[in-house]
């Protein structure tokens, strides 16, 4: 017999997250982790408004909040310099309270494994996931019947078969999973070799007083050509993580760690050093999310530099997305498509985000370099560092990751993409964002586990309910509109995004059975 309906292989943030929401909807769920604790590296620090919707409904938020090593009063905006960190020549980046209308709740910043740890607690809470540390995969094999993962006790002489309906590979860029269901990879090598520096600096501390309400910053360099130098608080007191491109023969034991940050910085200051890594800058994307019944998620399914918090981001956004749909399945009322939409609406969002705002990043930085210098042209230089300063805005703004196009969607077409706007309108393919109902009640106080029915008047909402009971699907009613959405009904998906929007339409069962992975026919 199973142990499970589905096994989430590897307990970081994403395979916890997804094991969260399969929990929460009762779906046996098994997590293999083989790490006993988190790791201590501080990665993934920027969680964005969205990221937090999700904690939110996976009750957690305000352990998350709790957890915060930087409080929110401190300030979590970002900084982008010339030269080095104390130039003088600066602008704000990544400042994700402009679109913070749009969201139900506020961004956080907190180290990864804090996060982790946040995770972990909640899961320990409920009832139908066990989580499992200090077991490491082996093998995954898949039949018709199901999924066999072997999985080793770390320091004991103990291997285990454990058996589920699915396997979700959440574990990492060298996924065992990805392997085993034969996916292959699109690789993009940007042949720079990184360096990783966590460090402690009470003398950066006191410098960076200047900057108040900034947690993390990017320094441009002209001899990097567009790729960052990039600093992180880790804490208020003086513990910090820093990213650059180092050259290809650089080694630990002879590389002048301390030198390379004193430049990034443009000032002499105390450094006690910690950590020293190096990782691989490239882009990869697996060539599919889903195989037979193996799945991959985060990083497992596609990776990128640590470049403007997206990477933690979009896996989160990968458990939501997959973890309602089998959950559906799970209850038996998703149809055969649905669980074959999470690689047509997650996939091609990735490969967007990469191209449209990382890759574009570099590329864009690189030619600025390359065309302008304040000592050559300094008026130039003024008058573009300017203009990129707007653009940073603007940036926040398009990063808007929506599944229009997807086929369980409804609407105007186009496809699924990290490029779009924030509207407080309903529209399908859409995040939905909040908004007050006539009562005065926030629309997501009343989102409901499965679907919701936002509907203007009742007479209606009858032809819902009836195809709703059809297909056994769960449908919440909301007997109000919300003004702001400018559409009579708007039906919204189990991950908060819209379905369909408008009128009363003439055949609510088509487009019920559409979003839940059915062909309408």
Known sequence: MPEAGVIVIGGGPVGLGLAVELGQAEVPTLVLERNL?????PKGQNLTQRTLEHFHFWRAEDALRNAQSIPASQGQGGLTAYGSLL???HYDWLQRDLVGDYYYTRNGRLPQYATERVLRERVAELPHVMFKPGWRVVSVVQDEDGVAVVARQEGADICRTFHAEFAVGCDGSHSLVREAAGIGQSLDDRNRLMALVLFRSQGL???LER???KSFFNVLAPALEGYWQFFGRVDLDGQFFFHAPVPPEARSEDFDF???LKRAIGAECDIEINHTGFWDLRFA???SYRAGRLFIAGDAAHSHPPYGGYGINSGLEDARNLGWKLAAH????????LLDSYDAERRPVFVSTARDFIAASIRSDRDFLARFDPERDPQGFAREWAERALVAKEEVGRFAPHYAGSPIMGGDGGKPSAVGDHCHRARAGRHLAPGLLPSGRNSYALLGRGFTLFAMDTAGVEPWQAAARALGVPLTVVSA????????QVLVRPDQFVAWAGDAPADPQAILSKACGYDPG
């Open 87 to 89: 130039s003088g020549i």
């Open 330 to 337: 799970h209850a038996g009322w998703a149809g055969p498509g």
């Open 211 to 213: 900057f108040p309400g």
């Open 258 to 260: 301390s030198a390379m």
């Open 37 to 41: 604790v988190p790791s201590p590296i």
């Open 205 to 207: 501390n006191a410098l």
């Open 285 to 287: 994307v697996a060539q």
């Open 481 to 488: 509109s919300v003004p702001a959405y400018a559409a009579r």
